[in-house]
């Protein structure tokens, strides 16, 4: 089975410094996908990042930048430079390649409130 | 692109009546669609998943009867809250896939039964 966790319940950050999300999956499948989503206050999830198990690489986004490491199962979120704009529920998920139900299930974390601090 | 609407954003009704919430994708073929409960301060619970044109597969615990799932194209899904009760309040949120890999999410429906 698979599983998401995102120790991180809240952080509390003041504006332009740097903060890191963590996440750790367990999975039994040697081919699957990790994502990041961000929830702010309006509710609507917004799509980060999708990274597939085979692609190790780190990824820099403008601010935002991802750590895939297999070898610790964990899939880190690090903002640089925090805005408050940035403050929100942060969601780790992971969708093994198939679930049986026709297409990719996702498994979602608890998730991590951040709240920056002007 | 990949933009995914959900209709209506929050309804109040009274207990024992019945809602319909609808979720669109706007912009592409949603060959499966994901409806989510997600109660205050807590994560995303799946509930059913489906595929159009056949009948959605809910999740453990999740009353088949009571939240009715009709996938009628490949653009429009419907969850239908039957008989609704107080506790059924919940922020309900729809997924459309591409049929690979990410799913896009629609604003939720913020549903209040009194």
């Known amino acids: 089975a698979q599983k998401v966790t995102q120790a991180q319940t809240e952080i509390s950050v003041v504006e332009k410094e740097d903060v890191t999300l963590d996440c750790v999956y367990e999975?039994?499948?040697?081919?699957?996908?990790l994502f990041w989503y961000k929830q702010p206050p309006s509710g609507e999830l917004v799509f980060l990042i999708r990274?597939?198990?085979?692609?190790?690489q780190n990824e820099i986004s403008g601010r935002y930048s991802w750590n895939f490491q297999k070898s610790t199962s964990s899939f880190n979120f690090t903002i640089t430079a925090s805005q408050v704009v940035d403050s929100a529920v942060y969601f780790c998920a992971l969708s093994e390649a198939y679930s049986g139900a026709g297409s990719y299930q996702l498994t979602f974390g608890k998730g991590t409130k951040l709240s920056v601090i002007p | 692109g990949a933009v995914v609407s959900q209709h209506p954003s929050w309804v109040i009704c009274k207990s024992g009546t019945s809602v319909k919430i609808e979720c669109r994708s706007l912009d592409f073929q949603a060959t499966t669609m994901f409806w989510y409960r997600q109660f205050p301060k807590q994560s995303l619970m799946l509930m059913a998943t489906s595929n159009e044109g056949s009948k959605a597969t809910y999740e453990q615990g999740v009353e088949k009867d009571k939240f009715l799932i009709n996938h009628a194209s490949l653009t429009l899904s419907t969850l239908t809250v039957t008989s609704a009760h107080p506790e059924d309040s919940s922020f309900y949120i729809c997924?459309?896939?591409?049929?690979?890999?990410?799913?896009?999410f629609g604003p939720g429906t913020r549903l209040t039964v009194l």
């Open positions: 999975t039994r499948d040697t081919t699957y996908y």
């Open positions: 997924s459309a896939s591409l049929g690979f890999d990410t799913q896009y």
């Open positions: 990274r597939n198990s085979f692609d190790e």
